[in-house]
């Protein structure tokens, strides 16, 4: 039944993380896979996890199923995060959250609940885009386009051209747009920027869905959701797919959520319907674990402020080394402007290297990074920095 599969090559980001474990160098630099690391380069469980799992488990008291929703209190919390505490969505009853098995299960159930009910619709995605947002999204069978969205000479947005080619998207599509913290390119759209594409989304009758999966990571918990809020303000229809994974830490514990927001209480109970049936046909319901941290968290004021001081020195570490990398870099005198680091936000940025530069940094300094010249800027400390400017230099 299977001998004519054929081999596949890894994926690119977790084949690098491979590649990566399996180089013996100790002087080895991991800029690839998108992971929160501290300055010992460790991805150390955030002290609010920490405690909010202790809290939980003397407070457990079942193992039983927390139905295809996951847990309510969890998708409450979420949805304040995400929108504000006093949004109209939530106020009106037109947002239901669904707790997910991480952003990807959520970016798949947006796709699979956009399928069920519009088959033909297209989706578009920015051109550059995370390179799992295309198996995500097109294997559940909707087909996919591209729009212009990042300038790799001059490092900046295409803006004029993202709204021309979604002028002509036409009503019946679906745009997918990145929360904050672009992945790949870490430049994100600015408030009138958003204010435009709300605009359009209103008159052209086109279907936002956001992906914010570094909420907090970028310029801060509420800053980086002004363009999801700013949507949720405006459109009749919204999806938004969020993740925890990042700004909680909790990666391997899966937790993320998809949110529906409809044009009225009656069309959202449908929806959530759909929703619920969808993913009860794909994985029955979430894993709890990672949900119940989180709620533990949000529901309780001292813990929702220690988390909310460790988001924002993560946040501050990540901007602090873009600072640092660009100086240094400009120090070396490197043969090119890295300016545009300093601008951009979130995890990641791109050098803005050939693929060749880019395999000279891993096969003669093993330095990784994406063959797109992603780097996750959390994975530079004061340690490696030198080397790795130093590394840089000379492949320039
Ligand atoms: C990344 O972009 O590196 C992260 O989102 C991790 C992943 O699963 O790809």
Not at 236 to 242: F, K
Not at 334 to 346: L, M, P, Q, V, Y
């Amino acid at each position: 039944m299977f001998e004519n599969l054929d081999l596949l090559p890894p994926d690119p980001i977790l084949g690098l993380l491979a590649a990566y474990g399996e180089d013996p160098n100790p002087g080895k630099v991991d800029l690839g896979i998108g992971v929160y690391k501290d300055e010992k380069g460790d991805t150390p469980i955030m002290a609010a996890v920490k405690k909010a799992q202790e809290m939980y488990l003397a407070k457990e008291t079942t193992k039983t199923y927390v139905g295809p929703a996951g847990d309510e209190r969890f998708n409450a919390a979420i949805g304040e995060l995400l929108f504000g505490k006093d949004h109209a969505v939530i106020k009106d009853a037109r947002l239901a959250t669904i707790q997910t098995p991480g952003g990807c299960g959520a970016v798949r159930m947006a796709a699979e609940f956009i399928k069920r009910s519009n088959p033909e619709v297209t989706v578009w995605v920015s051109n550059p885009t995370w390179a799992n947002h295309m198996p995500l999204l097109g294997d559940s069978g909707l087909r996919i386009e591209e729009y212009p969205y990042y300038d790799y000479q001059a490092h900046c947005i295409r803006f004029e051209e993202m709204v021309s080619t979604l002028k002509g998207a036409g009503s019946d599509a679906v745009v997918l747009l990145h929360g904050c913290c672009h992945n790949p390119c870490g430049a994100d759209l600015n408030r009138d920027q958003w204010q435009v594409i709300s605009e359009m989304a209103v008159t052209q009758g086109f279907l936002p869905v956001v992906d914010i999966a570094y909420q907090g990571l970028g310029d801060g918990i509420a800053e980086d959701a002004f363009g999801t809020r700013l949507l949720a303000d405006t459109v009749p229809e919204l999806i938004v797919a969020s993740s925890c994974s990042k700004n909680f830490g909790l990666y391997r514990e899966r937790t993320g959520s998809v949110n529906l927001i409809m044009r009225n209480t009656k069309q959202l109970r449908a929806s959530q319907s759909q929703m619920l049936s969808v993913t009860r046909g794909v994985y029955s319901m979430p894993p709890a674990h990672g949900a119940s941290i989180v709620e533990c968290i949000l529901n309780d004021t001292e813990l929702s402020k220690l988390w909310a001081i460790e988001l924002s020195q993560m946040c501050d570490r990540i901007n602090d080394l873009r600072r640092l990398l660009v100086r240094k870099l400009r120090a070396k005198g490197t043969n090119a402007d890295f300016s545009f680091i300093e601008a951009e936000k979130g995890m990641f940025s791109f050098l803005g290297i050939s693929p060749e530069q880019v395999h000279r940094l891993k096969n003669e300094f093993s330095i990784y990074m994406l063959d797109s010249s992603r780097i996750n800027v959390a994975g530079i400390n004061h340690s490696n920095i030198d080397y790795l400017v130093d590394s840089l230099h000379q492949v320039f």
